[in-house]
């Protein structure tokens, strides 16, 4: 099923709330194609000392695939303009990483990325 904008929009302005994004941050999403894909969705989130990030997200993804790749592409825009500041704060007391976007039937949850592997120590 083919991206749109609207949805992808949606999903990049709740992502980048949670992430805090940096005050004067300008979101741009607009149809496009990207070298080599089909259809598509361009999200650009451009920093005011004019650094930026696009994620480009190909129709052919499934809705879970695009928004975790959306949120992944933003968070590590974000932790990177804010000098490595681990956001959003992983869940788990004491974990001094970020946590890990996570997508089901079009919402996205942030949990801890050692969640997934029980033996796995901070």
Do not use: F, K
């Not at 089901?104 to 592997?117: E, F, H, I, Q, T």
């Amino acid at each position: 099923m083919a991206l749109d904008v609207g949805t992808v929009r949606s999903w990049a302005e709740s992502v980048l709330r949670e992430l805090e994004a940096p005050e004067g941050a300008v979101l741009r999403v607009a149809e496009g194609t990207a070298p080599g894909t089909g259809g598509g969705v361009h999200v650009t989130l451009a920093y005011p000392d004019g650094s930026s990030v696009t994620v480009d997200l190909d129709d052919a993804l499934p809705d879970r695939s695009a928004l975790t790749l959306l949120a992944e592409q933003l968070q590590d825009s974000v932790i990177e303009s804010t000098g490595g500041r681990p956001v959003p704060p992983c869940p788990v007391p004491g974990h001094p990483h970020p946590a890990a976007p996570r997508a089901a039937n079009g919402v996205l949850s942030w949990r801890c990325p050692l969640d997934d592997d029980p033996n796995a120590r901070p």
